[in-house]
Nanobody, 124 residues
Framework: LILLKETGGGSVQAGGSLGLSCTASGDIDRNYCIGWFRQAPGKERERVATLYTNGGYTAYADSVKDRFTVSLDSAKNTLHLRMNSLRPEDTAMYFC?????????????????WGQGTQVTVST
């Protein structure tokens, strides 16, 4: 069992920046995939960025490349997402997710563990 708790988020004007954090606890003494997903009203949950906790491959959605940066503070078991140059289309509920199945999936469905989510709203 892995427990995930997100902090951060909020409201910002277009072009601004926000940061999200996700602290993991529980059975985390292993390599696993952890990352951020987001879901806007009426849309499917989509991957924003994922990485492996052992320092392996990091993946980003094309829509956030060069604007968002995901990083892992292994000492604090905390995943960060720095979001710059935010756009109204980035408005969504952002979720931290983790899976121990061995792969960082593009789809949200295989992920076993989820945080409660935190809202990001970008206004024009």
């Amino acid at each position: 069992l892995i427990l995930l708790k997100e902090t951060g988020g909020g409201s910002v004007q277009a072009g601004g920046s926000l940061g999200l954090s996700c602290t993991a606890s529980g059975d985390i003494d292993r390599n696993y995939c952890i990352g951020w997903f987001r879901q806007a009203p009426g849309k499917e949950r989509e991957r924003v960025a994922t990485l492996y906790t052992n320092g392996g491959y990091t993946a980003y959605a094309d829509s956030v490349k060069d604007r968002f940066t995901v990083s892992l503070d292994s000492a604090k078991n905390t995943l960060h997402l720095r979001m710059n140059s935010l756009r109204p289309e980035d408005t969504a509920m952002y979720f931290c997710a983790a899976d121990v199945g061995g792969s960082c999936y593009l789809s949200a469905y295989p992920y076993t563990y989820w945080g409660q989510g935190t809202q990001v709203t970008v206004s024009t």
